[in-house]
């Protein structure tokens, strides 16, 4: 009998959980995304700060935004508004909610989303489609953000003149209601997995709750233990609740309501901490400083930010944590990304100041609010395009051989693999095409594409336009995608016009362009007689770094890239180098040289040498 009562329990628990607990699928479904706000998501965040785009409100976010299963966004304004956003970011739908608000919405297991009002004292209940379900009275506001348990409660509380502590029925009906007392009541409660609540008061206890409504015990922190703005967390790792209070304090407690330990800091908490998976406790503080604690309190690690923190930090699935902070000065409007070392990977600054929390999306974006009214979306993006057009330049020679040569580079947040197009027009007509192919182009880096020869026409005074376009199928910026120039046609030079090249009578070794160079340099070279060429780079002390060119030449002008990297690969640094030609003309006897080369040597015997000094700028 015992078995029987045991799988039934069972069996009625599994519904009970199926029907009530947070929207199944959902990435993020409530402030810090769980029932414990152990801000722990699965997904891989950002590792560049890259902002795919941003969706105005018009008005202050303090709000932090929770995620359908859908990837639709919700997050809410302090203009009284209730947005849900497109995962393009565009707007799906609003809903006005009459008053100011800094409540974050929670989303149910059949996608109903629950939010409060936190001046008109109205909590709602929102379908998915925008339009409103039920609303509750609470006569206060309610600026606390609602949690749902397993068990299908909403529990929120209020602010205020009423200052109870509810537990609504998915249907709207109030379960029961908790006398908290106090008149700032900021917290979202976090649920045990026995399902006992936590919320703590402004008036400096700390509360636990019994599913049923009765209070299980409090624990008074101090009048200075009270609360404003931050939230419990559970670790499931070692059943520990963490909380805070204005003391500077963080608290660990037993389930039992046993202090276990107090962490200082140099001001108030005003986050929820979140829970890594190895059970270390990452938050920040007014100090201006993010703490990783050990389970047994310790200090683990800390990392000083330019601005203040309020924000609840989100780990991803790497342990990469991501929160904001916020200052008077817009150089401490920050949103950070840290490694679970305690390094910083990266960190972008904002317009204004951010209070609000993160939530990572199942693609990896990173959603957070910023005061100067807008929900930004940092994520993962496929983005390349054409930075410049290296050749042809301004003019080309009638009747030549150019190759149209560019540079494109990797914008987005993946290597890519992606064709490349040059079309050269006249007048709208086309006169030449052609596709180059680039395989694995690292994130941030450039490549110099080459195309096939065009030859020029015989006419003068022609203007062609040089178009390169990257084709990357699902580019996120397609309107970077295309880059032109204007070339002109022109007679050789000291010939009016003619439809050959004058005869190159001179070793020469051009200056390289650009000069001071970044990523990529053209050096440009001409032979007046078939030659083996050699073309060098040397650092200043006469170090050979890389070899461009090594192989018999015939007699013409000559131009090579070099992308400012060695033989492996690595990129040099920033420095003076030379670069040295050297060609040995056929038969053994030297080109004439007539160049002006900052050294030059030879003799009847002895390869004809050119040097010129560059300066590269990382």
């Known amino acids: 009998m015992k078995g029987i009562m045991l799988l039934m329990a069972c069996i009625l628990a599994g519904i009970g959980s199926v029907y009530a607990q947070p929207q199944r699928g959902s990435p993020w479904p409530m402030f810090h995304h769980d029932q414990y706000h152990t801000g722990r998501s699965p997904y891989n965040g950002p590792e560049i700060p890259t902002i795919k785009w941003s969706f105005a409100t018009g008005s202050t976010m303090g709000s932090s935004p929770a995620i359908a299963d859908d990837g639709t966004i919700y997050i809410a304004s302090f ?30 297991g059949d996608g109903t989303i629950y939010v409060g009002d936190c001046a008109a004292g109205l909590f709602f209940a929102i379908n998915p489609d925008g339009s409103e379900k039920w609303t509750y009275d609470m006569h206060a506001g309610t600026r606390p953000s609602p949690t749902i348990g397993q068990d299908g409660r909403i529990y929120v509380g209020s602010a205020g003149g009423d200052s109870k502590f509810y537990a609504f029925n998915p249907d709207g009906s109030v379960e029961w209601t908790y006398p908290i007392g106090g008149w700032w009541f900021y917290d979202a409660p976090s649920i045990g ?20 409504g009765s209070l299980r015990w409090q624990y008074y922190l ?42 200082p800091t140099g001001g108030w908490i005003k986050c929820a901490p979140a829970i890594g998976e190895d059970g270390t406790i990452y938050f920040g503080s007014l100090d201006s400083t993010f703490y990783a604690l050990y389970p047994n309190g310790t200090l683990k690690w800390s990392f000083p930010t330019v601005g203040r923190i309020t924000s609840s930090a989100a780990i991803d699935s790497n342990g990469t944590l991501y929160f904001g902070t916020f200052s008077y000065y817009t150089t401490g409007d920050r949103v950070y990304a840290l490694n679970p070392d305690g390094s910083l990977l990266w960190s972008y600054g904002m317009p204004d100041e951010i209070s609000s929390s993160p939530a990572i999306g199942s693609d990896g974006t990173l959603y957070i609010g910023c005061d100067d009214g807008k929900l930004y979306a940092f994520g993962i993006v496929d983005d390349v395009g054409p930075v410049s057009i290296l050749s042809p330049g301004e003019s080309v020679y009638v009747d030549s051989v150019y190759t149209p040569q560019a540079v494109v580079k990797n914008i987005g947040s993946n290597p890519e693999s992606f064709d490349v197009e040059c079309i050269i027009d006249t007048s709208g007509t086309p006169v030449y095409g052609d596709t180059s192919l680039v395989s694995d182009l690292a994130v941030g880096d450039s490549l110099p594409v080459s195309f ?89 002390t006469g170090r050979l770094l890389r070899t461009l060119v090594d192989e018999k030449k015939k007699a013409g002008m000559y131009s090579i890239s070099w ?52 300066v590269l700028l990382r």
Not at 521 to 531: A, D, F, G, K, M
Request: glycine fraction near 10%.
């Open 222 to 263: 101090g009048a200075s233990g009270g609360s404003y703005n931050a939230s419990t967390s559970f670790s499931v790792e070692d059943s520990t609740i963490y909380t805070s209070g204005m003391d500077g304090l963080l608290y660990a407690f037993s389930p039992d309501s046993t202090l276990k330990w107090t962490f």
């Open 563 to 614: 992308d400012g990297r060695d033989p492996h690969g690595k990129k040099v640094a920033t420095g003076i180098y030379f670069y040295r030609l050297s060609a040995t003309g056929q038969g053994g006897s030297p080109p004439k040289a007539d160049a002006p080369v900052e050294h030059a040597s030879g003799g009847r015997t002895e390869p004809q040498t050119a040097s010129r000094k560059m």
């Open 452 to 540: 096939k020869n065009w030859t020029v026409g015989p006419d003068t005074g022609v203007t062609y336009r040089v178009t390169v376009v990257t084709l990357l199928p699902g580019d996120y910026h397609p309107e970077n995608d295309t880059l032109s120039k204007l070339t002109t046609s022109v007679p050789p030079v000291g010939i009016e016009e003619v439809s050959f090249l004058p005869p190159i009578t001179t070793f020469q070794l051009f200056q390289n362009f650009p000069n001071p160079c970044g990523e990529l340099t053209i050096i440009s070279y001409q032979l007046p007689e078939p030659s083996h060429t050699t073309l060098e780079v040397h650092d200043l």
């Open 193 to 212: 997995p026995d399902g006992t609540i936590y919320i703590r008061s402004d008036l400096g206890y700390l509360h636990a709750f019994t599913p049923s």
């Open 79 to 108: 203009n009284g508004n209730l947005y849900a956003v497109n995962p393009n970011g565009t707007e799906k739908w609003s809903y006005s909610l009459v008053e100011a608000m800094s409540s974050s919405p929670a989303i149910g």
